[in-house]
């Protein structure tokens, strides 16, 4: 009996020990300043109507068609289309920047509903590089602009032309509920939206 009850003694000894091993175990942590030069930057995209005459939008028919577009005068059927011009200055910088161009009419249509329900905008941007930048995908609604090896933004003319259409629905599809109506496009905004590159 005196020889079991120590056995289990001693075992009941070594367990104790290897649990309380079990709490010393330690691993380094240590730091370093990782020096300078460990900032990052941001870029720029800005944009403003072109100053002076250049940045008047012009409107006209898309199809050229005669007399000339008047926004005072001019009365819109299903079908028709018009093409808004304007030229804005464009501040931009980043190595990988690509962004796109829309008219964004949610907040200028103000008018009757059901006519601002049937005009849509589709945009597309046209630019000419400065010297040291490149830009590609001028006539398109999307720019990619390169700035080259030079450590300021670079500002260039973006000519946007908006085209804005009253589809030609089904017959009967709109009937007298767009009539004589009237919607301002006053309000309209020139939206540039970074995607990915």
């Given at each position: ?153 670079v500002t260039f003319d973006v000519t946007v032309t908006s085209v804005v ?16 109506k009237t919607v301002s496009l006053t309000g309209a905004n020139l939206s ?6």
């Amino acid at each position: 009996m005196r020889k079991t009850t120590k056995g289990a003694l001693a075992v009941g000894a070594g367990v104790a020990l290897l649990l309380g091993g079990a709490g010393t175990l330690a691993a380094w942590k240590i730091d370093t300043p990782v020096g300078a030069a460990a900032s990052v930057s941001s870029g720029t995209l800005a944009v403003v109507p072109k100053t002076g005459a250049t940045g008047s939008p012009v409107w006209a028919w898309n199809n050229g068609a005669s007399p000339a577009f008047d926004a005072a005068t001019s009365r819109l059927v299903p079908g028709d289309a018009v093409r808004r011009t304007q030229v804005f200055t464009v501040t931009a910088r980043g190595d990988h920047l690509k962004f796109t161009g829309a008219l964004d009419l949610a907040p200028a249509l103000s008018g009757d509903a059901n006519l601002t329900a049937a005009v849509t905008a589709a945009t597309t941007l046209t630019a000419t590089a400065p010297a040291g930048a490149t830009i590609t995908g001028s006539g398109t609604n999307q720019l990619t602009v390169t700035p080259g090896t030079g450590a300021a933004d670079v500002t260039f003319d973006v000519t946007v032309t908006s085209v804005v259409t009253w589809g030609l629905g089904t017959a009967g599809s709109d009937a007298a509920s767009t009539m004589g109506k009237t919607v301002s496009l006053t309000g309209a905004n020139l939206s540039l939206t970074q995607v990915a590159p």
